[in-house]
């Protein structure tokens, strides 16, 4: 039996068919009142050049094994990316964009915040708002062989998408320099209070070398050989105490060098660009799985005791 013949005997399946049809079309349809999607990227460079141990303990976690050692400080970047208080300086951030509300509509120049476009006016809203961003909008993935960070944003606007993606990048390299001035600035303050202690023990041990060389006269010539030991011992004491308030001293002042000088570099290979192609929705895609499932469900619903593929096309061919 032919497919034409088969078509024109098999009522059931002619009518699933315009099932499938109708859901297509409604489905092609629909796609139509979605606006379309773009996406932009930056690739940002590993902060050191040997990224082996970095990717060898990001393999290890993913494959659940542990006490591989630590790798670099970037593999913490794809978290700090999707972190909550990323999101939410992205949607505070005031961005200008053109945006297409549907297929056919005319671009519309906007300059608003991430918050207000999306609608975002009630706690309720802003947190499905931070939801749906950290989830489908922006996206950092790491690199295990090259350790090389890949941020995209997807968004319903070319520029948005793009501006998005320079922005998250900015917040990141702040971040960054930020968390390192903190880190710097605690050693500095923790230095400079040892510095202030170290400095007080050696004033308490210099101040007991003198109530005892006044209380003991001619303290190196005394014929009593335990006041010289003890002498000797204060004195050393003081020593001591000096070199402990040089080294902190020292310390102290690293600390503040490098609370102010050390600041992190984020390497990025280039900036983000403004795409020109749509990355989504995928409407053929879309229309055909529901043209398919729509024949399915037809001829399911419309001949529920047809169970066999074999009394539509016999192994000996079609009987008389």
């Not at 320079?166 to 923790?190: E, M, P, S």
């Amino acid at each position: 039996m032919g497919l034409r013949e088969l078509f024109r005997k098999d009522l059931t399946l002619k009518k699933a068919l315009a099932w499938g049809l109708a859901a297509g079309l409604l489905t092609a349809g629909y796609t139509l009142t979605l606006p379309n999607q773009y996406t932009s990227e930056i690739l940002v460079l590993p902060s050191n050049g040997n990224s082996s141990l970095s990717a060898l303990s990001a393999a290890a976690g993913m494959l659940g094994i542990g006490g591989l050692g630590k790798g670099g400080e970037d593999d913490y970047y794809p978290d700090i990316l999707t972190s909550r208080w990323m999101i939410e300086k992205l949607l505070d951030t005031e961005y200008s964009f053109t945006y297409r509300s549907w297929y056919f509509g005319s671009p519309q120049l906007r300059r608003q915040t991430l918050a207000a476009f999306l609608k975002a006016d009630t706690p309720r809203k802003r947190e499905e708002s931070l939801q749906k961003v950290r989830n489908t909008w922006v996206t950092a993935t790491r690199d295990l062989k090259t350790g090389v960070l890949r941020i995209m944003v997807q968004a319903p606007s070319p520029q948005l998408a793009q501006e998005m993606t320079d922005r998250a990048a900015d917040l990141l390299d702040h971040a960054l320099k930020t968390r390192v001035r903190t880190q710097g600035i605690a050693k500095a303050n923790y230095a400079e209070q040892r510095l202030a202690q170290a400095r007080q023990e050696e004033a308490k041990a210099r101040q007991t070398l003198v109530n005892y060389a006044e209380a003991h006269r001619n303290l190196d010539q005394s014929p009593d050989p335990a006041v010289r030991a003890e002498g000797q011992a204060l004195m050393a004491e003081v020593t001591l105490r000096q070199q402990i308030a040089t080294n902190v001293a020292l310390g102290y002042e690293q600390a503040e060098l490098d609370a102010r000088s050390t600041v992190p570099v984020l390497s990025r290979l280039s900036s983000a660009y403004l795409p020109a192609l749509k990355s989504g929705p995928r409407r053929g895609i879309m229309a055909f799985v529901a043209l398919a499932l729509g024949t399915l469900m037809g001829w399911v619903l419309l001949d529920p005791m047809r169970r066999d593929f074999r009394t539509w096309f016999p192994a000996n061919g079609p009987k008389d």
